[in-house]
């Protein structure tokens, strides 16, 4: 065991967080949850990104197990739904505890759907809804979030239903980790992602063959879809190396879409042309340049960095030594804890 990793530990936490019967995006929000990667604000307040208080209570630290469980904004729903024997078991304990009692069906289901999938989804709205109403002015929550939840499981599992009869496509866990560049070459790790209508950004890091941080950013991209903000991470990763003195480059990019239209220089995205063309101009100038795909659970640190330049007030920050939240990302990476992504064969 290293530095205290229980490997069957893991592999019980994820097994149960893949059985729920629930979208893709929300199996990988629960094990962000379970890991306490949401940004928050008492996990922006570490890296002097802002307050750490809650911005509707004012008067509580934003944890996750507050922004999900604990909060006035979303407590009084929990309470109209938990039974009343299992209200002390369900606000009870820390977040892992907390994660854990409802992912092993500690309550009933609902009307034919299964508790575990309902809480997880429910997690998921919160989440969103809450960030939504943040930073839209005009947006309101649905009116009866208990029915409206329910409806679009119904709605998954007829679908998963009618899927599965029309096609089963073998898969099997394999495990993900960061993979370190070889000797002499410096590895960039870049993402984007567009989080609501104003909230799209990018950001990266660049590391040697052990792992060591050389350098960081995030950036505010503004109005713009997750491909484009893909592209700028790209972009401003390049232009950060380049601007360091690197020569190789082995770069890192969890979205194929993107990798493909960078070695193809082709798009249909009209913002995204120029971006292109920035991009494929810079990988022909004199140094070596290495193109990669690599799975989003490898490239943690640069979504981590991403949801920072989403919610920047300027352009760009760079990073020449490692904040304290992506401090411990580094350090797993370097430690090489992998991650279970379930592939198709």
Request: glycine content about 6%; overall charge positive.
């Amino acid at each position: 065991m290293l530095c205290e990793y229980d490997h069957d530990h893991v592999v019980d936490k994820w097994d149960h967080i893949w059985k729920l019967q629930v979208a893709e995006r929300i199996k990988y929000f629960m094990w962000l949850v379970q890991h306490n990667r949401l940004l928050t604000n008492s996990t922006k307040a570490k890296m002097n990104l802002g307050h750490a208080m809650c911005n509707f209570c004012r008067n509580m630290e934003e944890t996750i197990l507050h922004a999900l469980r604990d909060c006035a904004l979303v407590k009084q729903m929990w309470l109209s739904i938990i039974p009343f024997k299992a209200r002390s078991s369900f606000f009870g304990g820390d977040l892992e505890q907390w994660v854990q009692y409802n992912l092993r069906r500690n309550i009933k289901g609902l009307n034919g759907i299964r508790w575990e999938d309902f809480w997880a989804t429910t997690c998921h709205c919160l989440w969103i809804w809450r960030n939504r109403e943040l930073h839209e002015e005009n947006y309101n929550r649905p009116m009866q979030p208990v029915l409206y939840i329910m409806q679009r499981l119904r709605e998954y599992y007829q679908a998963s239903k009618v899927s599965g009869t029309v096609v089963s496509v073998p898969k099997r866990v394999s495990w993900i980790r960061w993979q370190p560049p070889e000797e002499g070459w410096v590895k960039v790790n870049s993402d984007g992602a567009s989080k609501g209508e104003q909230m799209a950004g990018c950001g990266g890091l660049i590391r040697d063959h052990r792992g060591h941080w050389l350098g960081g950013f995030a950036k505010f991209v503004g109005v713009g879809s997750a491909f484009v903000a893909e592209l700028w991470g790209v972009l401003e990763g390049l232009k950060y190396a380049k601007r360091k003195g690197y020569r190789k480059i082995d770069l890192n990019i969890d979205s194929v879409a993107v990798m493909k239209v960078i070695k193809s220089g082709k798009t249909n995205s009209s913002l995204g042309t120029s971006l292109v063309k920035s991009i494929k101009k810079l990988l022909d100038e004199d140094w070596e340049v290495k193109i990669s795909h690599s799975y989003r659970e490898a490239n943690r640190s640069a979504d981590a960095l991403t949801s920072m330049g989403c919610t920047l007030n300027y352009n760009i920050v760079y990073f020449e030594t490692c904040s304290i939240n992506i401090r411990e990302l580094i350090h797993a990476d370097v430690l090489g804890i992998s991650t279970p992504r379930l592939i198709s064969l």
